[in-house]
T-cell receptor, first 116, second 115 residues
Framework: AQSVSQHNHHVILSEAASLELGCNYSYGGTVNLFWYVQYPGQHLQLLLKYFSGDPLVKGIKGFEAEFIKSKFSFNLRKPSVQWSDTAEYFCAASAYSGAGSYQLTFGKGTKLSVIP | ETGVTQSPTHLIKTRGQQVTLRCSSQSGHNTVSWYQQALGQGPQFIFQ???????GRGNFPPRFSGLQFPNYSSELNVNALELDDSALYLC??????????????FGSGTQLSVL
């Protein structure tokens, strides 16, 4: 069964600091990778996704993530965080699970707190 | 706002009871999936419906069942509730046919407490 691991449960940064959130997945076949974000009081929403092509993908609000196949990783980065980036971030992987269906597996999430 | 609405927002049930949770997909979306999010955990896939047919299921027992209606709204039914079923239940819809890379639009969830 596939699984997704997020290395940090809670990250606290000052504004303008650089951010990198780790994500590793375990699955030997083709996967599609996602980062979802949940801002306080809001729904989960898509930040960015990778399914083919350039392994460096750019998302909304200045976020980017790099797919490194050899490391089974899909880390999320942002050069300079803002207070408004305070949220919970979920890494997820989607893989074919048979009979024409795909299963999306989420990590446990990383809470990011940005201090003004 | 995502356009995905769930009802009720909160629900309290006792062990052994049955519950039905409802989801209205974003307009035009023909695929809906349900997730269970326990406290401190990420969402866990329960099942997905595409054009009224179940199109994939996670590691949940048969007492978790669902329906998708012709207007693409959906229900999640849980029978014989157990204490461990206490969680936030999320519904997500998508426009594209399931292909593994579609963008999901999530509702705000139903918080179920089983006593």
């Amino acid at each position: 069964a596939q699984s997704v691991s997020q290395h940090n449960h809670h990250v606290i940064l000052s504004e303008a600091a650089s951010l990198e959130l780790g994500c590793n997945y375990s699955y030997g076949g083709t996967v599609n990778l996602f980062w979802y974000v949940q801002y306080p009081g809001q729904h989960l929403q898509l930040l960015l996704k990778y399914f083919s092509g350039d392994p460096l993908v750019k998302g909304i609000k200045g976020f980017e993530a790099e797919f490194i196949k050899s490391k089974f990783s899909f880390n999320l980065r942002k050069p300079s965080v803002q207070w408004s980036d305070t949220a919970e971030y979920f890494c997820a992987a989607s893989a074919y699970s048979g009979a024409g269906s795909y299963q999306l597996t989420f990590g446990k999430g990383t809470k990011l707190s940005v201090i003004p | 706002e995502t356009g995905v609405t769930q009802s009720p927002t909160h629900l309290i049930k006792t062990r052994g009871q049955q519950v039905t949770l409802r989801c209205s997909s974003q307009s035009g979306h023909n695929t809906v999936s349900w997730y269970q999010q326990a406290l401190g955990q990420g969402p866990q896939f329960i099942f997905q419906y595409y054009r009224e047919e179940e199109n994939g299921r996670g590691n949940f027992p048969p007492r978790f069942s669902g329906l998708q209606f012709p207007n693409y709204s959906s229900e999640l039914n849980v029978n014989a509730l157990e204490l461990d079923d206490s969680a936030l239940y999320l519904c997500a819809s998508s426009l594209d046919s399931p292909g593994g890379n579609e963008k999901l639009f999530f509702g705000s969830g139903t918080q179920l407490s089983v006593l």
